[in-house]
């Protein structure tokens, strides 16, 4: 081979050498750019991530809060009942007792209107006794003073006779 043969190939390999070369910092490029996308990818999906945990504590605390205050409500509507069941139970019993005094009061007052009636009936009858012997005896003063009518007559009758009788003598 001669020298310019030799300097030829040299040149080629060079040349290739240095097509290789740029082919692999092409490649490099590529890659770093495609190591840089990636990277930023999984930043943005890191913070994406972070984003969602946030996210899903807060629905967490939310949803605690809500459950808490849920229960809370739930606790204070059970106590309103209880105690509206209670006052509701302590008015039946109050108004169960007025019935109850209520009744035995009326039975009372019927008990006293039956002897009221008794009573009066019964001072009737005494009036009616009284009226009843107040006639007779007022019937009996009307024969005594007939029968002492008829005496006076007759004890006039006899004295004018009498003195009839005395005079003829």
Known sequence: ETASEQEGKAVRRAEAAEAAAHAAAETAARATSSAAQAA???????????????????AKDTAKGVVATARRQAQ???????????????ERDAALARAKEAEEAA??????AAASKQALEAVKADADAAVAQAEKAATQAEAALDEAEQERTARAAAEAAAEAATAAL
């Open 107 to 112: 039975a009372a007052a019927a008990a006293d």
């Open 40 to 58: 930023a990818e999984a930043s943005a999906l890191r913070a994406e991530l972070k984003e969602h945990e946030a996210a899903t504590g807060k």
């Open 76 to 90: 204070q509507a059970l106590a309103k009942a209880t105690a509206g069941v209670k006052a509701a139970r302590a």
